[in-house]
């Protein structure tokens, strides 16, 4: 059984989805959490992001379960949004052992030369700049603490491959993989490991939202057979939690600069 007894972790876009099976996953292996969420629409994003009610629910979720947890909205394209989030942990836990950079938004265009500039700047704001500046606040408090970290920055399988129809989204994804080689490479003194997960799709709120606006965008997924070699449409949040849980483990504790495909196979097939 693993053990995270005496951690701390941050995790952004915690109010549902993945966010938030991981904040039940880590806590019941025994860390203190820190969940923050923008909990608002934002311009450009086609499709409802949390709300504050989702937030709230994340945090009653842990508590039931026995865990401890505290939680802010806080949106990651501000540094004064992440350094109140680390704060917030310092303040109630004392320290922070390990950052889950989740948050993100997704989007679809037909041709990636015609996404409005706005539309690209949104995304590469929230997807890739959101997750630097979440490991801006967090980093110099682990590096204090002396007693290393594990950060662990969501990615995509779009981080490792072609992205067809979500050029802006492939790109920031694309853009986390050097932010994790480089912060794993200047970090490691410190013993703070720093990885990505590259799931495939998953039945998320994201996932749900984007159906709904974009049912056209799923109909040429399946017309395009752009599914996994493994006989599963979409993975749950859970599986993702799991190897994140692995990650931040000491069953981990060499790993670092890795990416993780969680992806039934899709990287292999395509
Ligand atoms: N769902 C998929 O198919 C899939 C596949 C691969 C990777 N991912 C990635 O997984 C991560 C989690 O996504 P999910 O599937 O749980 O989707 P989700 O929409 O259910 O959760 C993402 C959360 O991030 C929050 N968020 C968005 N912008 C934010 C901001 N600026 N600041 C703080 N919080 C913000 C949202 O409110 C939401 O609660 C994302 O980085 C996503 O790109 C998702």
Redesign the pocket.
């Known amino acids: 059984m693993t053990s995270l007894d005496g951690k701390v972790a941050i995790i952004?876009?915690g109010?549902?989805?993945?966010?938030r099976a991981h904040a039940l996953t880590l806590a019941a292996a025994g860390a203190r959490i820190v969940v923050?969420?923008?909990?608002a629409p934002?311009k450009n994003v086609q499709y409802a992001?949390?709300t504050p009610g989702?937030l709230e629910e994340t945090i009653q979720l842990v508590k039931e379960a026995g865990g401890e947890i505290a939680g802010m909205q806080?949106?990651?394209?501000s540094s004064a949004d992440m350094k109140a989030v680390a704060d917030l942990a310092v303040s109630q836990f004392g320290r922070i052992d390990i950052l889950l950079a989740?948050?993100?938004?997704?989007d679809h265009c037909e041709s990636t030369i015609e996404i409005e500039d706005d539309a690209w700047q949104t995304m590469l704001d929230?997807?890739l700049t959101?997750a630097w500046k979440a490991c801006k606040a967090v980093v110099p408090v682990m590096i204090e603490g002396g007693r290393g970290g594990s950060i662990v920055i969501?990615s995509?399988v779009d981080g490792l491959g072609a992205s067809p129809s979500w050029g802006h989204y492939g790109a920031a994804k694309h853009g986390l993989q050097g932010l994790k080689d480089t912060l794993a490479f200047e970090l490691a003194d410190h013993n703070i490991r720093v990885n990505t997960v590259n799931?495939?799709?998953?039945n998320?709120?994201?996932?749900e939202g984007l159906s709904k606006v974009l049912p056209h965008v799923v109909r040429k997924w399946k017309h395009n057979d752009r599914t996994n070699l493994l006989d599963v449409m979409m993975l749950e949040?859970q599986d993702i939690s799991d190897a994140v849980l692995w990650l931040v483990s000491d069953g981990a504790k060499y790993v670092t600069g890795i990416d993780l495909p969680i992806d039934a196979g899709y990287l292999t097939k395509h």
């Open positions: 952004t876009g109010a549902r989805g993945q966010g923050c969420d923008v909990a934002i992001l949390a989702d806080a949106d990651v394209r989740n948050a993100g938004i997704h929230v997807n959101g969501t995509s799931p495939t799709g998953v998320s709120p994201m996932a949040p």
